[in-house]
């Protein structure tokens, strides 16, 4: 039996951003009908906020979106890249801190950022990143992409329920072209095992995410 592929969302407390993109992704994941080839959790940078559940206001954002949520915060530490595939940043500081972190190159080379899949299939060649192939980013600018701060997803905890709203978009627009990246690397004979989106109807019940309107003074 074909060991999962394994993808780890990584922001700064685990309490807004990854566990929203966690949330997200295994979503699409099921719906497409690979949630059962493909392994999804999340973690924070720091540890300030370890054994706590998701901010109220990502909980809310989720039920709203139609989202599944069940969460309690860790803490992302490096021995945990030897079984990981792809590890998720939400901004460029996070990736930057996890490629500090990182054992060896190949374990840094997992490391990418969420909005640089954009909403397109991925390009370029797989990375090999030792325990599994390793999707490329989908845009490919002279510079390493992942380090752009325009790719980031801005960190709401400070703000608003709208920056909560607006972080979910961003999640949502990425995940499609990292859903296309990550089916890329699945080994071709764990593919034509799954459930095929055509015999499922999850996608269909769940309406797209609609930002609440503003209540008037």
């Given at each position: ?11 700064t ?11 997200v992704?295994?979503?699409?994941l ?9 392994e ?6 720091g ?27 860790r ?18 500081g ?7 972190l ?18 397109g ?12 192939p390793?999707?490329?980013?989908a845009?490919?600018?002279?510079s390493d ?13 400070y ?6 709203e607006e ?32 015999h ?18």
């Amino acid at each position: 039996m074909t060991a999962p592929f394994r993808i780890c969302f990584v922001c700064t407390g685990n309490i807004c951003r990854s566990p929203m993109a966690e949330s997200v992704f295994r979503a699409r994941l099921a719906e497409a009908g690979f949630d059962g080839l493909v392994e999804v959790d999340s973690a924070g940078t720091g540890g300030w906020h370890e054994g706590d559940g998701a901010d109220p206001r990502t909980v809310a954002v989720l039920r709203a979106g139609g989202y599944e949520h069940a969460h309690t915060a860790r803490q992302f530490h490096a021995s945990w890249f030897d079984r990981l595939d792809l590890v998720i940043a939400l901004d460029s500081g996070h990736l930057r801190e996890l490629r500090r972190l990182a054992p060896t190159a190949q374990d840094a080379a997992k490391v990418r950022l969420l909005r640089s899949y954009g909403t397109g299939p991925a390009t370029g060649a797989m990375a090999d990143s030792g325990s599994g192939p390793v999707p490329a980013p989908a845009s490919s600018p002279a510079s390493d992409p992942d380090l752009s701060d325009d790719l980031d997803v801005p960190d709401p905890y400070y703000g608003g329920f709208e920056g909560f709203e607006e972080c979910l978009e961003m999640v949502e627009t990425a995940s499609e072209g990292l859903l296309t990246a990550v089916l890329a690397a699945l080994p071709a004979r764990t593919v034509v095992t799954a459930r095929t989106p055509e015999h499922d109807d999850r996608r269909a019940a769940r309406e797209p995410h609609q930002p609440q309107e503003k209540e008037s003074a």
